[in-house]
């Protein structure tokens, strides 16, 4: 068996876990789900509702499934198949412009690298569009939030438009802090939003679409086109709620121990850490790709750990960079250790 490194983001999982986190929960004798029907659906359904303060919410295999989903019923809704959105966003990169290419949707990509957008250039789009989307924090730009005020300037402005304001809210479990909002009031600006289920709550998959009692009962039509009525998904219901219930308090701790971690990082030379926004920031050394990389993964098996998953170009020469999250497995790894760990990667990789 292969040994598992320790991760500030998760613990080790095996599937013996998952059997563990299943088996001792309160949920496990709940009467079984089928295609989207059951108590532990309607339960979960009623409490992100409840958590985001909006009227409905519906289960989800897959985010982007969701996503697709919403995006397609405002279009249809709107008779407008135009979609204002980031060029780094999950839905345009991660996404694979599955929007485009699956839902005949046509997107508007405005914003520059590694910054979220702002109201400025929302207000520049010269053309009436359907949609409107805001990822929050906008992970590929360093897990960077848009400030309280730009956000109501395009609340603003989709409302005077009769735009709708959509969410991709797989992280807004862990920018409440940034915000010093709670999630229902940071939820309420936007039309429909969009969690994941398995990020921060820890669950092992799934996500919730939320939005108005109208809204999400024509989203339900989608969710069955796109292949989204699974027999059961009970393994995903179970331990989402649970993660809703052990996980969702922890986060600020975990967004508290990212600002420490990039705190000291920025003592270091050849080194450069953006304040987090959230419990995820970029760490920019400048090095050698190649050897980067390559000494990173001889480090992770000398100390037993793994801080990111590897280095890739930066928009600078000769500047890399790599994703560092801080989750469930915050206090797996001291502060001496990541020390030692750049320390000896900076030494082995001067340029």
């Excluded at 924090?137 to 956000?151: D, I, M, Y």
């Excluded at 760490?283 to 750990?305: M, P």
């Amino acid at each position: 068996m292969t040994k598992t490194l320790r991760n500030l983001n998760h613990r080790s999982q095996t599937h013996q876990h998952w059997l563990d986190v299943m088996n001792q929960s309160k949920y496990i004798n709940y009467q079984h789900d089928c295609y989207n029907q059951g108590p532990l659906v309607e339960t979960l359904e009623f409490r992100i509702a409840e958590l985001l303060g909006k009227e409905k919410a519906l289960f989800f295999h897959k985010g982007i499934t969701a996503q697709l989903t919403a995006l397609k019923v405002i279009a249809e809704e709107k008779n407008n198949n135009k979609v204002v959105l980031h060029p780094q966003s999950h839905i345009a990169g991660d996404e694979k412009n599955a929007y485009q290419e699956l839902m005949n949707l046509h997107g508007i990509e405005i914003g520059v690298q590694d910054t979220p957008f702002t109201a400025k250039q929302v207000a520049e789009v010269d053309e009436l569009v359907g949609s409107l989307t805001i990822e929050i924090p906008l992970r590929r730009a360093g897990f960077k939030l848009t400030p309280w005020n730009e956000l109501k300037k395009m609340q603003e402005w989709s409302y005077r438009n009769k735009t709708h304001f959509h969410m991709d809210g797989a992280r807004l479990w862990e920018s409440t802090q940034y915000y010093q909002k709670s999630f229902a009031e940071i939820s309420n600006l936007f039309d429909s939003v969009y969690v994941s289920l398995y990020k921060g709550l820890g669950g092992l998959s799934g996500a919730v679409l939320t939005g108005d009692s109208e809204f999400i009962d024509s989203c339900k039509v989608w969710r069955s086109r796109l292949g989204g009525d699974l027999y059961s998904a009970f393994p995903m219901l179970i331990t989402a709620l649970e993660g809703i219930d052990n996980h969702l308090e922890k986060i600020p701790s975990w967004v508290e121990r990212a600002h420490e971690i990039a705190s000291i990082l920025n003592h270091l030379d050849k080194i450069h850490v953006d304040k987090p926004h959230t419990n995820g920031f970029l760490v920019f050394i400048e090095a050698d790709l190649e050897e980067l990389n390559k000494k990173s993964i001889e480090l992770n098996r000398k100390h037993g750990f793994s801080l990111f998953p590897r280095f890739v170009k930066s928009k600078i020469e000769q500047i890399q960079k790599a994703e560092l999250q801080v989750g469930i497995g915050a206090k797996e790894i001291s502060n001496e250790e990541i020390l030692d760990y750049f320390h000896a990667l900076l030494s082995s990789t001067a340029t």
